[in-house]
């Protein structure tokens, strides 16, 4: 098992543009999350998907949309990437069927710079 | 804003030496949960502990939580150069779906 894989590991974007950063889990987990991290502000939640078909704004979605395709895949789409939005992306994926855990399992994340 | 808040923010200490970090937060928790993050990679869980539970033990690390005092501390006994790395705590809110993280603890363990 890949467990939960992303791409791209590196991105350079110039301001205005748009990209999407794709994750994919393969343990048929329900839940799905994005975070971003920024040096000394540990992780901030983004968007998540309980469940196939739904999704919800975390801490910090302005800029950001995401598409939960179906139950493997969630995706992170910035339509205009901004200097702010300089960061490492990590998407994690939970059994939420499993009561009172909710351990994440998180990819190895991309690195994202905006000019 | 953070829910969990780690302490100390960096740590350096000796090969063989423990290591304590401790975790505080707000509001009520079904869990709280441990990670590690390596240099460039993603955070792999490590440890979780009920709000019913006060201490748990994982091979090296030892877990408590004082639900009236809101705080967790994570112990590494006996480090090893290959536990340098970040620390994060994280509470499973009740009512909420998504793990809060903390800014994490840095530790650096000198062979």
């Known amino acids: 098992n890949a467990g939960v894989t992303q791409t791209p590991k590196f991105q350079v974007l110039k301001t205005g543009q748009s990209m999407t950063l794709q994750c994919a889990q393969d343990?048929?987990?329900?839940?799905m999350y994005w975070y971003r991290q920024d040096p000394g502000m540990g992780l901030r939640l983004i968007y998540y998907?309980?469940?196939?078909?739904?999704?919800d704004k975390g801490e910090v979605p302005n800029g950001y949309n995401v598409s939960r395709l179906n139950k493997r895949e969630f995706s992170l789409r910035l339509e205009s990437a901004a200097p702010s939005q300089t960061s490492v992306y990590f998407c994690a994926s939970s059994d939420s069927r499993t009561s009172g855990r909710n351990e994440q399992f998180f990819g190895p994340g991309t690195r994202l710079t905006v000019l | 804003s953070q829910q969990g808040e780690e302490d100390p923010q960096a740590l350096s200490i000796q090969e063989g030496e423990n290591a304590t970090m401790n975790c505080s937060y707000k509001?009520?928790?079904?869990?709280l949960q441990w990670y590690r993050q390596n240099s460039g990679r993603g955070l792999v869980h490590l440890i979780l502990?009920?709000?019913?539970?006060r201490e748990k033990h994982s091979g090296r690390l030892r877990v408590t939580l004082d639900t009236s005092k809101k705080s967790s501390s994570l112990l590494i006994t006996a480090s090893r150069a290959a536990d340098t790395a970040s620390y994060f705590c994280a509470t499973d809110e009740t009512g909420r779906r998504a793990l809060t993280f903390g800014s994490g603890t840095r530790l650096q363990v000198q062979p």
């Open positions: 343990m048929n987990h329900n839940s």
């Open positions: 502990i009920r709000s019913n539970e």
């Open positions: 509001t009520s928790i079904n869990n």
């Open positions: 998907s309980a469940s196939e078909g739904t999704t």
